[in-house]
């Protein structure tokens, strides 16, 4: 059975109200590894110093709204976060707690999950998904009518059909539009899908397998190797093809009168750097420290086309934008020596149990309802997300969906009685570490890709110890026995419910 038709019914039921007059519109943008500290305003106040690759799109958001200084990604990866976030569930709920990294395996989200496309999408939006996928999804086997499981990463031609989509899409997960990359810019699948269909990048295009005999230009290729793709694929271009795509969903809802959810999930900045020569006439390449730093140009490069677009359709009045990340930002040596920490200072970058792999900007504007240039400490996970939109669209959640989702709207609206939520389930990457905060207290605790232990490796005091000094871990001193024990228990028993964590809204 295909995901949507049970996901759509079910938040079709459960809607409260369907395209009410005053229902803002909503853009989620979510970067690819991106920190808070590759925001330009974060270094400025970091450091006192000009920043090395200005970000002044998302600084003007920043100065608009509402910045959050304890944001976090749900794991310190993509792909567990990207599960994490679309469904409001923490990753030891789905069948790959550790992510859905191959393009052909099938995906996390459960038949009865609610989805962000679906929440919005019940309520009478009009929803859009552009950009980064890494969700996975069904394919046939060439010629037949048989569902492909291969690995996408085995370096020989594919026996499968790139050229539709079956199931597991965006589509199928609440999108009316989409315009997706399966796997983002690392590969192995080089294309893009739209609505389901392969979409051609021009009137040459042809479905080839990238490697050194067909390409005529590798540079693009990752670690991750080839695999399937588009024999006039361009990295670099694929920025200004999202953006554009971007544009117009946006100019069409207006034109619609109607309210519109979109989920940009760019795939900058993740490996590898190519950023384009130009942008609007503007030189991008080489004008950082590092290409990685060109990129987070890129970035912000995106968002201001999106800004421009909702102004040119005069609806940024009545839009909210949200701006976040899939996890950490990236540990790069040439950009740091020149001064720039994509980890904004903390310890650990991307894939790390630390606060690095995990602190993820988080930025909200909303005209006339969030007071500009505002700033929250409370507690923020991806995965709040969803039921966050949900009461702003008025979707009523069902108990079993988005189980580990706490609105943060309240928030939003200047409720100075807000009560944060007080705990956090993450997770980190390759090394397989778990963490929970409890206040300003983090434990983390070794696990392995079966999830069949929970050790607990490290006790941190967040308020004394920010930056996770390792001289003051405190998971071997006596005097805190007692926390350590108390949180390990508290994990325990959470992990052990199927149940919520948090009380619907």
């Not at 979409?199 to 080839?226: C, M, R, V």
């Not at 942008?279 to 968002?303: A, C, I, Q, Y």
């Amino acid at each position: 059975m295909k995901i949507c038709s049970f996901i759509y019914l079910t938040c079709l039921l459960s809607a409260l109200v369907y395209a009410a007059p005053d229902q803002p519109n909503i853009v989620f943008i979510m970067a690819d590894d991106f920190g808070p500290g590759d925001i330009s305003r974060q270094h400025q106040e970091r450091t006192g110093q000009a920043a090395l690759a200005a970000t002044p799109t998302l600084d003007a958001l920043a100065n608009e709204g509402l910045w959050f200084s304890d944001a976090h990604s749900p794991t310190s990866l993509c792909s567990p976060s990207r599960y994490a976030v679309m469904t409001g569930n923490y990753n030891y709920r789905s069948y790959a707690p550790w992510g859905v990294w191959g393009t052909f395996r099938p995906s996390a989200v459960a038949a009865d999950d609610a989805t962000l496309g679906s929440v919005a999408q019940a309520a009478g939006y009009n929803t859009g998904f552009i950009g980064k996928w890494h969700l996975g999804g069904d394919f046939y086997h060439k010629g037949t009518s048989k569902v492909f499981r291969g690995n996408d990463r085995g370096g020989q031609p594919l026996d499968v059909d790139m050229s539709k989509w079956i199931a597991a899409s965006p589509k199928d997960l609440g999108f009316n539009y989409d315009y997706t990359l399966p796997t983002g810019v690392q590969g192995p699948i080089y294309l893009a899908l739209e609505n389901n269909v392969w979409a051609p990048f021009n009137d040459q295009s042809e479905l080839i397998h990238y490697d050194k005999t067909t390409a005529k230009n590798l540079s693009f290729i990752s670690d991750k190797g080839p695999g399937p793709g588009d024999s006039e694929w361009d990295t670099a271009q694929i920025n200004k093809i999202l953006a554009n795509k971007a544009t117009g969903f946006i100019e069409r809802s207006a034109a619609a009168k109607r309210p519109f959810f979109m989920c940009y999930w760019s795939p900058a900045v993740h490996l590898p750097h190519i950023p384009p020569a130009e942008l609007s006439g503007e030189k991008m390449r080489d004008t950082t420290p590092s290409h990685h730093t060109d990129m987070n140009r890129v970035f912000d490069w995106e968002v201001e086309q999106i800004v421009k677009a909702l102004k040119a359709a005069d609806v940024y009045q009545d839009t909210i934008i949200i701006v976040s990340s899939d996890n950490g930002g990236l540990w790069d040596p040439v950009a740091e020596k020149a001064g720039h920490l994509s980890n904004g200072g903390v310890r650990g970058t991307k894939n790390h149990p630390w606060e690095g792999g995990h602190l993820v900007p988080l930025i909200v504007t909303w005209p006339d309802v969030i007071e500009p240039n505002t700033r929250s400490d409370a507690l923020i996970n991806g995965t709040d997300i969803i039921a966050t939109l949900a009461e702003i669209v008025g979707t009523r959640l069902l108990d079993s969906q988005a189980k580990d989702s706490y609105s943060f709207l309240p928030l939003l609206k200047g409720d100075r009685n807000f009560q944060a939520r007080d705990e956090v389930m993450l997770q980190a990457g390759a090394q397989c570490e778990l963490m929970f905060r409890q206040g300003d207290w983090k434990l983390v605790m070794q696990s392995d890709w079966q999830l069949s232990k929970m050790e607990p490796i490290a006790l941190f005091n967040l308020a004394d110890n920010p930056l996770e000094k390792e001289a003051e871990n405190l998971i071997h001193n006596p005097e805190y026995a007692p926390k350590l024990k108390a949180m390990h228990a508290r994990y325990l028993s959470v992990r052990n419910n199927p149940d919520r964590t948090v009380a619907l809204p």
